[in-house]
């Protein structure tokens, strides 16, 4: 059943190619934006906290390519539901809700992955200096650690679109729920840049698993117990985020109010 919805959902994304085309032109555009901004903060230097200006230009197109793969809109998807109240009809079928959203983003990131990140990395490799391992084990760790990622976004995404039940309009969590993810993850500006005090605080919350660790398994070659001690962070958080999810979880399904209904 569960095969069947990631299979209807990478159909559905399927059907929108224009938003296929376009995403891969704002990416690059971001990536390109990105890529002359810290051209311009390097400066000439060989490196900067233990990046190079090569390292930082891969790690920029890794992480941007990474994120179309892990975002989705599950969280406005959930709020959508429990306002118009197609929720409770969601309560009665013969199916986990929540499994249901799991693989529904997966679906849509294994759409994202093959027709859009892998097309699109091609294309920026060709336009901006970077340097992609070749095929090895690396790529797999990398994927391995991806999928890890992707699995916490998808949970905070169900954290927080399941606070609908509360407060009913969470447009404003929604914003302000994806401003800091791509901030604290690492996408924006890598973990490393932050002042000493900050990296501490980052590495006691899940964000960095998102966006940080995956890239940074390709472009510093993690191995041995660098890479595993990353993986059993991701790991661990995958498993934490399952206790504030089950727990609202059920006191939302008691909970239920339809606008209007």
């Not at 891969?58 to 118009?84: K, L, P, Q």
């Not at 693989?103 to 892998?118: A, D, K, N, P, T």
């Not at 924006?188 to 919350?205: D, E, N, S």
């Not at 398994?217 to 934490?240: N, P, T």
């Amino acid at each position: 059943m569960y095969a069947e919805i990631i299979r209807i959902r990478f159909l559905m994304m399927l059907a929108y190619r224009v938003n296929y085309y376009s995403g891969i032109l704002i990416y690059s555009l971001n990536i390109g934006a990105y890529y002359f901004l810290w051209t311009a903060i390097y400066g000439g230097q060989g490196s900067i906290n233990g990046f190079t200006a090569l390292q930082m230009a891969t790690y920029i197109a890794i992480s941007w390519m990474s994120r179309a793969f892990y975002f989705n809109n599950v969280d406005r998807e959930i709020a959508t539901e429990i306002r118009d109240g197609t929720v409770a009809i969601q309560f009665i079928r013969p199916y986990n809700y929540l499994m249901v959203k799991v693989f529904q983003s997966f679906g849509e990131g294994i759409f994202r992955l093959v027709l859009f990140s892998v097309p699109g990395m091609f294309l920026v490799s060709l336009i901006f200096p970077i340097e992609l391992p070749g095929f090895g084990w690396i790529w797999l760790k990398f994927a391995l650690s991806l999928f890890l990622g992707f699995v916490i976004n998808v949970q905070i995404n169900i954290l927080v679109g399941i606070l609908a039940f509360f407060v009913l309009n969470n447009q404003g969590m929604l914003w302000a729920k994806r401003m800091i993810v791509d901030l604290l993850s690492g996408l924006t500006i890598p973990i490393a840049f932050f002042p000493i005090w900050a990296q501490w605080v980052l590495k006691a919350l899940p964000f960095q698993a998102i966006s940080y660790l995956p890239s940074v398994v390709i472009v510093k070659d993690l191995s041995g117990s660098a890479f595993w001690g990353a993986v059993g962070i991701q790991v661990m958080w995958c498993l934490l985020l399952l206790i504030p999810i089950q727990m609202i979880w059920n006191k939302a399904r008691h909970t239920l109010v339809v606008q209007g209904g």
